[in-house]
Nanobody, 115 residues
Framework: QVQLVESGGGLVQPGGSLRLSCVAS????????MGWYRQAPGKQRELVAA???????NGADSVKGRFTISRDNAKNTVFLQMNSLKPEDTAVYYC?????????WGQGTQVTVSS
């Protein structure tokens, strides 16, 4: 069974940092793109950042200069380093991984930015 398991969410004060991790495990074919979406209460899910297998990345304007996406292909893992967090970054963060057949999703991890 293929699954994505996220970790690293939690409660942090404004200006603080968190690092999210997402590991793909199970019988999976080659993974191409990986990335992160987030969904805040009452809002649509939005793309936060994405990265290709070769390491090219892009991110939402709202997180540029604060969030960095990276990956370890050998470990089928994607990371999201989040710095200078703001209350508006509060959301459930979901990782994804694209295989030859379909997009896989993680279960989500809560990030809360509050004093």
């Amino acid at each position: 069974q293929v699954q994505l398991v996220e970790s690293g969410g939690g409660l942090v004060q404004p200006g603080g940092s968190l690092r999210l991790s997402c590991v793909a495990s199970g019988s999976i074919s080659r993974i191409s793109d990986m990335g992160w979406y987030r969904q805040a209460p009452g809002k649509q899910r939005e793309l936060v950042a994405a990265i290709t297998r070769g390491g090219s990345s892009n991110g939402a304007d709202s997180v540029k200069g604060r969030f960095t996406i990276s990956r370890d292909n050998a470990k089928n893992t994607v990371f999201l380093q989040m710095n200078s967090l703001k209350p508006e970054d509060t959301a459930v963060y979901y990782c994804y991984a694209d295989t030859s057949f379909r997009r896989l999703w993680g279960q989500g991890t809560q990030v809360t930015v509050s004093s």
